[in-house]
Nanobody, 123 residues
């Protein structure tokens, strides 16, 4: 079965950096667009970034542009999220997901999800 396992979350001060990673198994990883979403307490899950199967096209939420970079390593079935200049508003559980069809910006377009990794940014 498909498994997605996120890692790299933690507690960081505002202005700091974290690098999240998502390891995928049970699918032909290189055939799929991958996305990262996040969900803060009391809020809906929101799009963060996505990357096409070959890594040539990326998409970002306006709130993270210039601070967050998505990348992938198909040989290792992993997708990464480099997060710099972190802000308290970035505090959330971060999820990676496999896109099935539809807009990359919409959670319903993704059909496999990881369990998430907590990112907490202190002010």
């Amino acid at each position: 079965q498909v498994q997605l396992v996120e890692s790299g979350g933690g507690l960081v001060q505002a202005g700091g950096s974290l690098r999240l990673s998502c390891a995928a198994s049970g699918l032909t990883f290189s055939g799929y667009t991958m996305g990262w979403f996040r969900q803060a307490p009391g809020k809906e899950r929101e799009f963060v970034a996505a990357i096409t199967w070959n890594g040539l096209t990326t998409h970002y939420a306006d709130s993270v542009k210039g601070r967050i970079t998505i990348s992938r390593t198909n040989a290792r079935n992993t997708v990464q999220l480099q997060m710099n200049s972190l802000e308290p508003d970035d505090t959330a559980v971060y999820y990676c997901a496999v896109r099935s069809d539809g807009s990359v910006y919409v959670a319903d377009s993704y059909y496999y999800w990881g369990q998430g990794t907590q990112v907490t940014v202190s002010s």
